[in-house]
């Protein structure tokens, strides 16, 4: 069972390896260019034997071309290596390598190369690659190329074999010129074992690594101090999450506050706006009050007036003076509600005549639309008419007179009843073309069917005749390659039997035997010289030791003086800097650079720890000087607007605006604008009402001749014009009054909207009012804790100073401590080492012969042992002579017998193709007299089928004009029929519309709205 699995592993891993199936060859050295030489590689092994010059080696040389595409050497690059044109006589030499392989997964590839040498002028050589091809199947069973074009073929073969192509050209398919390699230079021997072993890529592989590790260590480098960095910013977080924490908590209280005092303003909000309502009706009351109060004090003023200036009292009674004011009201109110019965008249007759304007407005323009589309119905009538008169007159045919008075229907009808029978015209007229050309192609394919049976046999009689004919230039070709005579046979078979002859009598000779004797004689004694060197050579041995162990004693003294003298020099030149780092604890030599490590490791802690308090100060620095440029800028921002509020207080119109108190009296200022604008809009109110109240006082007395307020008539003529007169006078005072308070209120108005438009501006200076104490105390504690913090990062950086000052003290004793500990490790193994050979030098002793006498005998048997060699190698080249010598008769006898197996085998094969030749001639001859008689029987057939052919392409034609004729009349009726029916479709879509009636209609509608 361990066998039969140990040949399955075998059997596998042949499966697994790359296997060369076939090798074609053609035109490539002594190859000839004409013919395709093919190469099978049996399985397992595969020997090539053949004479000198027979292409052994050429076979290694296209296996290695094929594989990967170099050239053997002393190739001249490439002309030397495809055949010679001159041999061939020949201008041009076409070459081709063919290899066949299966890759490890046993998938066949062919890999072609194909070449060209070129005989230029002057027996110049020109050698070109033409194609190389990869052909490959691929799991459908298809054939798939690869060309150069798509790929390196010289680099995709060797991939597929799973062979690099270094171990192609230097180990498998090496040339036996270059198979010496290994015995070549450092130099090239060390770039042919880089490439077989692909040495370089490990190399580079190497080199990539260490620079990745330069880049990872200086990446870790990197990242270490971000570590540092981002801790001491989790740090700075942590503590802002704190205080962000302490801070939200506080304001969640104060939100809670905030939330209360809200509800509390809202409270008080709603109070205050209740409170300004009730506010604004006692302001409304106030103001009709002082209005009435106004009022009142005005006509208890004019009432005296008056009173004092009526000169004449009325004489009737009061009940009199009322009967009389009532008719007089009683007379007013009935021509008061005529005039209104009037006005509303007057506005149902404004009313209806603007409608009426509107309504000829539309009616004119429908009646514009409708003219326009009666024009455009008559403009198409015109032009159905004109285009149905060109109809009639291109077809008289229709039976149509072009008169004025045409029928438009009719001619549509009319033309559209012969648009049809054109069109069944035309339909009968390709019926019968089709039925004549049916006829004719019949009679065509008769006379063809009666013809093919003669045709096809003429065609078989042509093709045979062509292979016939080939056949038999190749048979005269391979009767002029295979030209041999009888007598040049003969000659052949007398040199075969004396060579035979000849190598029979030199193998029978007793010269083997005598030579196999004397070379058992002389290698037996060579063996006994040996025996003896070897026995001499043990005992010389033994005599050496003594000596060489004093040797060694010697220059192990030697070399322990030199170490402990270097060990000295260098404690004397570091000791004092060794001292000032250990101090008194100085620790032993052989300790010393662990002692020097571990000093270097604690000082590397300490100055991590002290980088990392430098990084948190700098980190706070940074902190606090953000805030510190923060504070600043905020400060700075504040201060900008608040010299911006002040300047724009400074400015001539804030200042009208604001007064004297500036934004700090923005609220008085306000108050007193609004107290402003309330008196005299109260003066202006009550101004109004006294001048709507004298108004009705003139009128009264013009119309009543009484005073409207007593209800008392005036006595004369004169105190009514009197009253009057001081009535218009004081109603034409009035205007200025008004005029003058409206101009007041502006202006008082024009200030509040001003002072209103401020409203923000001076809530940003209260804002800032508060904010700027604010904003310099923060300022003042963030430079406090910003000196505080420079002052620590001061304070860390000296101590990362010192430490790293230390730090390099120590490691600048760090080589020469490990030189002080090799040096002292080296010193106590070579004390051991001298004290053991001291010791062993003591315990040997013995007796023998002396190391001269040795080598006396020794040399004495290296002659006898050379001498023996050279009459051994005598007998070899003897030997290897009369070997030669029988190899080259067996060789010759082999050579003329295949000569002679080869001019036999042509003189049959000449016997072969005279009788082919012969037997190609008279089938010639025969099937020639054959065609010539079928021909003349198909001639009058192939004459009478040209004949209709050409009747029938002549019938074609003139079918086909008719045709054309008739079918471009179709059309043109067609077009015809398409625009009569067009124009009749508008022309009754515009008549079922009514257009003529609605505008009739219009027209008349429009006069009456004239007249109205």
């Known amino acids: 069972a361990h066998l039969h699995g140990g040949d399955r592993a075998r059997a596998r891993q042949r499966r697994a390896m790359c296997t060369v199936d076939k090798l074609l060859i053609k035109g490539i050295r002594s190859f000839s260019p004409d013919n395709e030489h093919v190469i099978q590689f049996p399985k397992p092994l595969t020997l090539i034997v053949g004479r000198n010059g027979a292409g052994k080696t050429t076979i290694i040389e296209c296996l290695k071309m094929g594989s990967t595409g170099e050239l053997p050497p002393s190739a001249r690059s490439g002309q030397a290596f495809i055949h010679d044109p001159k041999v061939a006589d020949v201008t041009e030499v076409k070459a081709q390598i063919k290899l066949r392989f299966r890759n490890m997964l046993g998938k066949p590839f062919v890999v072609i190369r194909s070449f060209q040498l070129t005989q230029k002028a002057r027996g110049k050589l020109e050698k070109k690659d033409l194609d190389s091809v990869i052909q490959s199947v691929d799991e459908h069973g298809e054939k798939v190329s690869i060309s150069k074009k798509c790929v390196d073929i010289n680099a995709e073969v060797p991939a597929l074999m799973g062979v690099s192509k270094a171990i192609l050209e230097n180990v498998v398919f090496v040339h036996q010129e270059e198979s010496n390699w290994p015995l070549g230079d450092s130099a090239g021997l060390k770039k042919k074992f880089d490439d077989i072993f692909s040495a370089t ?35 700075h977080a942590m503590k802002l999450r704190e205080t962000y924490e302490t801070n939200s908590k506080k304001a969640d209280e104060l939100t809670a506050r905030m939330a209360e005092f809200d509800d509390k303003i809202q409270e008080a909000q709603e109070e205050i706006s209740q409170a300004e309502a009730v506010l604004a009706a006692v302001r409304v009351i106030h103001e009709k009050r002082h209005g009435l109060i106004a009022r009142r004090e005005a006509v208890k003023s004019e009432n005296a007036r008056k009173l004092a200036s009526i000169s004449t009292e009325l004489t009737e009674s009061l009940d009199e003076l009322e009967k009389m004011s009532d008719t007089f009201n009683q007379k007013f109110s009935t021509m008061k509600q005529e005039r209104d019965g009037m006005e509303r008249k007057v506005t149902d007759v404004r009313l209806e005549v603007e409608a009426l304007k509107e309504h000829r407005e539309r009616l004119i323009k429908t009646a ?49 009843q012969r648009l ?110 040996e025996r003896a060197l070897s026995k001499l050579r043990s005992e010389q041995e033994h005599a050496a030791q003594a000596g060489e162990s004093e040797l060694k004693l010697r220059l192990k003294k030697e070399e322990l003086f030199s170490k402990n003298d270097a060990l000295e020099t260098l404690l004397e030149a570091r000791g004092e800097r060794l001292r000032s780092i250990f101090g008194a604890a100085m620790p032993m030599h052989v300790e010393l650079k662990d002692a020097v490590m571990e000093k270097m490791s604690d000082l590397g802690d ?59 009296g923005y609220g008085e200022a306000l108050d007193a604008v609004n107290r402003e604008v309330g008196d005299v809009e109260s003066n202006m109110t009550t101004l109004k009402s006294m001048q709507n109240l004298f108004t009705r006082f003139v009128e009264d007395a013009e119309k009543n001749q009484s005073c409207s307020l007593c209800k008392r008539g005036f006595q004369s003529i004169e105190a009514t014009d009197a009253f009057i007169k001081d009535m218009q006078t004081n109603l034409a005072n009035a205007p200025a009054t008004i005029a003058n308070l409206e101009e007041r209120v502006e202006k008082a108005r024009e200030r509040r909207r001003l002072l209103q438009e401020l409203g923000e501006t001076v809530a940003l200076y209260k804002r800032l009012v508060e ?104 007998l070899l080249k003897r030997k290897e002579r009369h070997e030669t010598e029988l190899l080259t008769l067996e060789r010759n006898a082999r050579d003329l017998r295949e000569e002679l197996l080869l001019a036999q085998t042509r003189v049959e094969k000449r016997t072969q193709l005279k009788t082919e030749a012969n037997d190609i001639s008279k089938a010639i001859t025969k099937d020639t007299s054959e065609q010539k008689r079928m021909e003349e029987e198909r001639a009058p057939g192939l004459a009478e089928k040209d004949a209709l052919a050409a009747e029938r392409e002549t ?4 079918q086909s004009k008719e045709q054309n004729a008739l079918e471009n009349e179709i059309r043109e009726l067609q077009r015809v029929v398409d625009t009569l029916n067009g124009m009749n479709k508008t022309i009754a879509q515009a008549q079922s519309s009514g257009t003529t009636e609605s505008l009739a209609k219009h027209t008349a509608s429009l006069d009456e709205t004239n007249e109205k």
């Open 771 to 874: 904010k700027l104490p604010e904003a310099e105390l923060l300022l003042s504690r963030s430079e406090e804790s910003l000196s505080t913090a420079i002052q620590a990062k001061r304070s860390a950086t000296e101590n990362l100073t010192s430490k790293q000052h230390a730090h390099a003290e120590t490691s600048s004793v760090v080589e020469d401590a490990g030189n002080i500990s090799r040096i002292a490790k080296e010193v106590e193994v070579l004390q051991r080492a001298v004290d053991g050979l001291e010791n062993s030098a003591l315990g040997s002793s013995g007796d023998g012969r002396s190391a001269s006498d040795i080598v006396n005998d020794i040399e004495l048997l290296d002659v006898k042992r050379e001498a023996s060699e050279r009459e051994k190698q005598i």
């Open 201 to 235: 890529k490990y190399t580079k592989a190497l080199e990539h690594i260490r620079k990745l590790k330069t880049e990872q260590t200086s990446l870790i480098r990197d990242f270490k101090g971000k570590v540092e960095s981002l801790k001491i910013q989790k740090d």
């Open 368 to 416: 514009g639309r409708l003219g326009a589309e009666a024009e455009a119905q008559s403009k198409r009538l015109e032009e159905r008419l004109a285009f149905a008169q060109s109809a009639v007159s291109k077809h008289p045919e229709l039976g149509i007179s072009a008169a004025s008075e045409l029928n438009c229907e009719a001619v549509s009808d009319a033309l559209a």
């Open 420 to 529: 049809t029978m054109r069109q069944q015209a035309s339909e009968r007229m390709r019926t019968k073309h089709r039925e004549m050309d049916a006829a004719t192609g019949a009679k065509i394919d008769e006379i063809t069917q009666r013809l093919s049976s003669h045709t096809q046999r003429i065609q078989l009689i042509n093709e045979q005749q062509d292979a016939r004919k080939a056949r038999l230039e190749a048979i005269n070709k391979e009767l002029g390659e295979n030209a041999v005579s009888d007598a040049a046979i003969e000659e052949l078979e007398n040199r075969v039997k004396r060579a035979n002859e000849l190598y029979t009598s030199k193998i029978k000779s007793d010269f083997t035997v005598q030579l196999k004797a004397d070379m058992e004689k002389t290698e037996s004694a060579l063996v006994e010289v």
């Open 606 to 664: 300490e100055l991590a720890s002290a980088q990392s308090e430098v990084n948190v100060c700098e980190a706070n620095v940074t902190v606090l000087e953000h805030e510190v440029e923060t504070a600043k800028s905020s400060l700075k921002k504040l201060k900008e607007d608040m010299n911006a509020i002040q300047q724009s207080e400074k400015v001539e119109a804030t200042a009208q605006v604001l007064g004297a108190g500036g934004f700090a």
């Open 955 to 958: 019938q074609r034609d003139v």
